[in-house]
């Protein structure tokens, strides 16, 4: 299959039927601990990077085959939003396949867009990325394409708290000596406190990041970052 992958088993979904949208590592970050590898496209233009049709074509042959999934994902090698006609594949997916669960993995940094929230409204779960509460940590770790700050990022997530009706997990990956001392939980605290969120997802790196060195913060640390978040939370490694 080009545009799907699975069903696949997945830690935090369980069986997931992965749709890919973007055909190589195109991204609007480039991300320290990417384990797809380096973003070889930065850039925040929305366009139709592989053919939509096609792409809903793959999808109604596959699911002719009755597959089990709790759910149908948009993730892939890099931003699901930078595709413009995301709306349309998951309105396809809720018009013809409503049994099946929708969700959007995302590093968030297109949802302070109206379209791109208005084209994604009808998911079952949105887990953005936060993974810095300061713009310095931000582009650390982030490295994001030109014009995209921090400010953009919560500002996006705010927007989905409020408006979004199904569940969000708010994603944070932690980076040893990087983003997981108190002073910078407490900062991704300060940002996220006010949100709607109904669980927030611990994760660390569990597998070879994209730039080398950086190493996973250990299971105790992020037990007691767990306790630190006022939102439910979960820890995966």
Same mark, same amino acid.
């Given at each position: 299959?080009?545009?799907?992958?699975?069903?696949?088993?997945?830690? /935090?979904?369980?069986?997931?039927?992965?749709?890919?949208?973007?055909?190589?590592?195109?991204?609007?970050?480039?991300?320290?601990?990417?384990?797809?590898?380096?973003?070889?496209?930065?850039?925040? *233009?929305? *366009?139709?990077?592989?053919?939509?049709d096609q792409v809903i074509?793959?999808?109604?042959?596959?699911?002719?085959?009755?597959?089990?999934?709790?759910?149908?994902?948009?993730?892939?090698?890099? !931003?699901?939003?930078?595709?413009?006609? &995301?709306?349309?594949?998951?309105?396809?997916?809720?018009?013809?396949?409503? !049994?099946?669960?929708?969700?959007?993995?995302?590093?968030?940094?297109?949802?302070?867009?109206?379209e791109v929230r208005n084209?994604?409204?009808?998911?079952?779960?949105?887990?953005?990325?936060?993974? @810095?509460?300061?713009?310095?940590?931000?582009?650390?770790?982030?490295?994001?394409?030109?014009?995209?700050?921090?400010?953009?990022?919560?500002?996006?997530?705010?927007?989905?708290?409020?408006?979004?009706?199904? $569940?969000?997990?708010? $994603?944070?990956?932690?980076?040893?000596?990087?983003?997981?001392?108190?002073?910078?939980?407490?900062?991704?605290?300060?940002?996220?406190?006010?949100?709607?969120?109904?669980?927030v997802d611990i994760n660390?790196?569990?597998?070879?990041? @994209?730039? @080398?060195?950086?190493?996973?913060?250990?299971?105790? /640390?992020?037990?007691? &970052?767990? *306790?630190?978040?006022?939102? *439910?939370?979960?820890?995966?490694?």
């Amino acid at each position: 299959m080009k545009f799907l992958k699975g069903v696949v088993s997945s830690r /935090r979904l369980g069986r997931s039927l992965g749709i890919n949208l973007l055909p190589d590592l195109i991204c609007s970050e480039d991300c320290l601990y990417c384990e797809c590898g380096t973003t070889r496209n930065l850039t925040l *233009k929305r *366009k139709e990077y592989v053919p939509t049709d096609q792409v809903i074509s793959e999808l109604d042959k596959f699911m002719k085959k009755e597959p089990v999934a709790d759910y149908v994902t948009f993730s892939g090698l890099g !931003e699901p939003t930078l595709h413009s006609g &995301i709306g349309k594949i998951i309105d396809h997916l809720k018009i013809n396949y409503p !049994e099946f669960k929708t969700a959007l993995l995302t590093n968030s940094s297109l949802l302070h867009k109206v379209e791109v929230r208005n084209e994604i409204k009808n998911l079952d779960l949105i887990v953005p990325s936060l993974d @810095a509460g300061t713009e310095n940590t931000f582009n650390k770790i982030c490295r994001p394409a030109k014009g995209l700050t921090l400010n953009l990022i919560l500002e996006g997530i705010k927007a989905i708290s409020e408006e979004f009706e199904g $569940e969000i997990r708010l $994603e944070i990956l932690f980076l040893k000596g990087v983003n997981d001392s108190d002073k910078e939980v407490n900062a991704i605290i300060d940002n996220i406190k006010d949100f709607r969120i109904d669980q927030v997802d611990i994760n660390t790196l569990n597998r070879s990041p @994209a730039v @080398a060195g950086y190493k996973a913060v250990s299971k105790k /640390r992020l037990t007691q &970052i767990s *306790k630190m978040i006022p939102f *439910k939370t979960e820890i995966f490694i």
